[in-house]
């Protein structure tokens, strides 16, 4: 854990996220994003802090797939997408930070709104800053808990 890395500060507790971690392994957590995309973007991470996906270790990347097919099944069943997108940037101000999957939901409505999807349709969320509400992020985090407590328990 490094000292001054938003990723790590919140897995330290240093910063609180709206509904706290909706799953984590030793290794990965799954997190509501609180930057400027719809409410039910999540957030997966490794614990460690790495910079770059080539530096995952053999037990990182082994439970990597299922865990980053298992995001994109919560955010499908909650928010009736019609696309997941899976994005890693993690490169602030030309800087390689903690990575991070940023796995957003999109619905074809969007095109009321938006030009282009894709990385058009996520430039221009970013253009426009804006935050989705805490309590809609909270809410979503508490239905994506008991998404899981459920599927666990039909297994
Ligand atoms: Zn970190």
């Excluded at 799954?30 to 930057?35: D, N, Q, V, W, Y």
């Excluded at 270790?57 to 696309?83: H, P």
């Excluded at 990575?99 to 030009?115: G, L, M, S, T, Y």
Aim: glycine share 6%; proline share 7%; net charge negative.
């Amino acid at each position: 854990m490094k000292e001054k890395c938003i990723a790590c500060e919140i897995l330290r507790g240093d910063r609180s996220l709206p509904g706290g971690f909706i799953h984590q392994t030793e290794l990965w957590s799954i997190e509501p994003c609180i930057g400027p995309f719809p409410v039910g973007t999540l957030i997966l991470k490794p614990i460690r802090h790495v910079l770059n996906f080539s530096a995952l270790n053999d037990n990182e990347i082994s439970e990597f797939g299922e865990l980053l097919q298992l995001v994109t099944k919560i955010i499908r069943e909650l928010s009736d997408c019609d696309q997941t997108y899976i994005c890693q940037w993690s490169h602030a101000g030309w800087e390689p930070v903690h990575i991070h999957f940023v796995v957003q939901p999109a619905w074809n409505d969007q095109k009321r709104e938006f030009e282009r999807p894709g990385p058009y349709l996520q430039h221009q969320l970013f253009e426009k800053q804006i935050f989705p509400d805490p309590e809609d992020i909270y809410n979503f985090v508490t239905k994506a808990k008991r998404y899981l407590r459920e599927n666990e328990e039909k297994k």
